[in-house]
């Protein structure tokens, strides 16, 4: 099993760009979430996806959308990207009733 | 809401005992979990408490009391590998929100030979 996967490890944006990022579990897992993480600030929570089908707002969910495509991945795109959208995203996935989430390992944004 | 307070940082040399800290104010949870996230990697979980109580992993123990509003992660025989990042996370309580995690800023651990 590859885990959770996630596409690009990298990438570089200029201001008003837009582009998707990629999450795939194969697990099986029910619930999929995507977090960013900012130096000294933990994870933030930005949508989650409880089950295929359905989509939630987290914690922070401006200047992002998602598409849970289906039961494996689960996509976040930034429209129009912004500099204060610089950081490291993580998506992470969990079987219903379990307790622990499973972390890809992360997108290195930078948007000039 | 739900917001959780962890120390920045804490200071160990190898073999010793350390604890890491967590309070929290929420208006009702599920339980308190505890993620492991090394420098450019990934966070890992270590630990789910539902009950108040200890449990043990290994070398590794968390802790949970409701009514304190207060866990804590227990990390026995450190070693250099131990040095990472230490985040708790509630799971809140309710229909809409229980399928998230809240994390905290997390706990820097830097162990000393």
């Known amino acids: 099993n590859a885990g959770v996967t996630q596409t690009p490890k990298f990438q570089v944006l200029k201001t008003g760009q837009s582009m998707t990022l990629q999450c795939a579990q194969d697990?099986?897992?029910?619930?999929m979430y995507w977090y960013r993480q900012d130096p000294g600030m933990g994870l933030r929570l930005i949508y989650y996806s409880a089950s295929e089908g359905t989509t939630d707002k987290g914690e922070v969910p401006n200047g992002y959308n998602v598409s849970r495509l289906n039961k494996r991945e689960f996509s976040l795109r930034l429209e129009s990207a912004a500099p204060s959208q610089t950081s490291v995203y993580f998506c992470?996935?969990?079987?219903?009733?379990?307790?622990?989430?499973?972390f890809g390992p992360g997108t290195r944004l930078t948007v000039l | 809401g739900q917001s959780l307070e962890q120390p920045s940082e804490v200071t160990a040399v190898e073999g010793a005992i350390v604890q890491i800290n967590c309070t929290y104010q929420?208006?009702?949870?599920?339980?308190l979990s505890w993620y492991q996230q090394h420098d450019g990697g990934a966070p890992t979980f270590l630990s789910y408490n539902a009950l108040d109580g200890l449990e043990e992993t290994g070398r590794f123990s968390s802790f949970l009391s409701r009514s304190d509003s207060y866990g804590y992660l227990l990390l026995q025989e450190l070693q250099m590998k131990d040095s990472a990042s230490y985040f708790c996370?509630?799971?809140?309580?309710?229909?809409?929100?229980?399928?998230?995690?809240?994390f905290g800023s997390g706990t820097r651990l830097l162990v000393r030979p």
């Open positions: 697990m099986n897992h029910n619930s």
């Open positions: 929420t208006s009702g949870f599920y339980g």
């Open positions: 992470a996935s969990k079987l219903a009733g379990d307790n622990e989430q499973f």
């Open positions: 996370a509630v799971r809140p309580s309710g229909m809409d929100s229980s399928y998230k995690l809240i």
